[in-house]
């Protein structure tokens, strides 16, 4: 039998709604410009051409309700509101009708964004990774299992800092739903359980600074707190 040549760090996991149990995450996959608001805010043409995505290491997803650290790197830190997919099953070449049998549970996260970096990349014709794939830059509220919120197809998203609601949209206004983002990523990888899709964020996203308190949801599925941490010295 071979060993590790050091213990691996843990497998990083979200909580789960109403239970002490864990989901384990094992890849995170998000989608770029879901929603039409969003995409013409960042000087876009919303299509409905193919989706997009980009990544964030399994280990950027962290629980909610405590602390999240601010990043370096960075003076533009941007929120960003997300219905969360939980992967529970296999599924390669997915057919968008059978995408959800896929579905373990739903929840709600932010995919933050060094927009600075963000901007830079794109200006340069960069990868975006070091503006999306920071530590801690998924923070994720619990899952709830699809056998307690179903697969919603709409409801209020919305996103408040300090108590000021900054973002807010419907998730009847994705310009992919669930089911067809599923797809996608399925034609391009296997999708495994504790696979997580961020699934795209409504209009406002803006800066957040050290200190803020930041609150969200999706009406009927779940919703986070948490508060920044200081800026790193
Ligand atoms: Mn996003």
Redesign the pocket.
């Known amino acids: 039998m071979s060993e590790h040549v050091f213990t691996p760090a843990a497998t990083p996991s979200v909580a789960v709604a109403g239970s002490a149990a864990r989901f384990p995450v094992r890849r995170v996959f998000?989608?770029?410009r879901n929603y039409a608001a969003h995409a013409r805010e960042m000087g876009k043409d919303p299509t409905r051409e193919a989706p997009f995505f980009f990544m964030k290491p399994a280990d950027a997803v962290v629980d909610t309700g405590g602390s999240v650290p601010y990043p370096p790197q960075t003076s533009n830190l941007h929120h960003?509101v997300?219905l969360v997919v939980a992967i529970g099953g296999h599924g390669h070449d997915v057919p968008a009708e059978r995408a959800l049998e896929l579905v373990w549970g739903y929840g709600v996260g932010v995919?933050l964004?060094r927009r600075d970096l963000q901007d830079t990349a794109k200006k340069m014709s960069r990868p975006w990774d070091w503006a999306k794939g920071f530590d801690a830059s998924g923070p994720c509220g619990p899952i709830h299992p699809v056998q307690a919120v179903g697969h919603p197809q709409a409801g209020r998203i919305w996103l408040e800092v300090n108590e000021e609601l900054r973002q807010q949209g419907d998730l009847n206004e994705m310009i992919w739903p669930v089911a067809d983002i599923i797809s996608h990523v399925s034609a391009s990888v296997q999708l495994q359980p504790g696979d997580l899709i961020?699934t795209?964020?409504p209009a406002g996203v803006g800066p957040l600074a050290p200190g803020d308190r930041v609150r969200g949801g999706v009406d009927g599925v779940g919703s986070f707190e948490f508060r920044l941490g200081p800026r790193p010295a």
């Open positions: 998000c989608v770029g960003e997300e995919d964004t961020f795209g964020t």
